[in-house]
């Protein structure tokens, strides 16, 4: 499997952007696709998941109710729609994928395949 992770760049506080996570090669179906973020100095950080199938999504609590994560089976893309962007929002944010299982889906050792990242800056 392979990730790409695209769509990061500058942005405003209270801004918004949307990240994409285009995967190739041999998926499982069953696979979850999690986005983490790490910000310079600090631990990397779980940020939401989900499932090709099903509508269950995770959120970490720091993104919980301005950022949302989806798919496009058709297309191979999971993305995560970020809203009301804080400065503290600012990492290069990393899309993950594996056979997860649901106690261990915030944790990165969890998942087999990583995409190499793409930088986030909310920033005046």
């Known amino acids: 499997v392979q990730l790409q992770a695209s769509g990061g760049g500058l942005v405003q506080p209270g801004g918004s952007l949307r990240l994409s996570c285009a995967a190739s090669?041999?998926?499982?179906?069953?696979?979850?696709t999690g986005w983490f973020r790490q910000a310079p100095g600090k631990e990397r950080e779980f940020v939401a998941a989900?499932?090709?199938?099903?509508?269950?999504?995770y959120y970490g609590d720091s993104v919980k109710g301005r950022f949302t994560i989806s798919r496009d089976r058709a297309k191979s893309t999971v993305y995560l729609q970020m809203m009301s962007l804080k400065p503290e929002d600012t990492a290069v944010y990393y899309c993950?994928?594996?056979?997860?299982?649901?106690?261990?889906?915030?944790?990165?050792?969890?998942?087999?395949?990583w995409g190499q990242g793409t930088l986030v800056t909310v920033s005046s």
């Open positions: 993950a994928q594996g056979g997860v299982i649901a106690s261990t889906r915030t944790y990165s050792s969890a998942y087999s395949y």
């Open positions: 989900t499932r090709w199938t099903g509508t269950n999504t």
């Open positions: 090669g041999s998926a499982d179906i069953s696979y979850v």
